[in-house]
């Protein structure tokens, strides 16, 4: 499973992997000049984490959960593979119940420098009377000229 945590505004974004042999934080710079750096790795990843990270249900997810009502720029992608399948589910700024424990996992994992920032309290608030809370099945299909 992976996480990758956009931030548009500084033109970069980390991507988070855990599988059963490592987790690792990779910063991917959206310039043309930058190349991508490991900012963490580690192997010690407790089996209680991996098996709460496998009782997510991507299966029976949509594909986009957007709160419209705040475009800031703070979006991730959750990528899962599983033997031949593999589920993208986009979040923005918005809380999701069944995909914050995989925040809050790879948060108690990584040192503090590189966690997620995903504060659940704030993400609730902002979704409260927001009337513009975008959930697509699929993603759109874009049209190439």
Known sequence: MSIRDFNYASAYSKVYSISNEELKVVFKGELESESDTILFKSIDIPARSLRQLSQIDFANLKAIYSNQCVLDGDIKLFTYKKKDSLKNVLVENY????????????NELVPREHQLQYNEKIIKELMQGCEEILIMENFPDIQKN
């Not at 809380?95 to 996992?105: K, M, Q, R, V």
């Open 95 to 106: 809380f999701h119940e069944e995909l914050s424990p995989a925040i809050d996992i790879i």
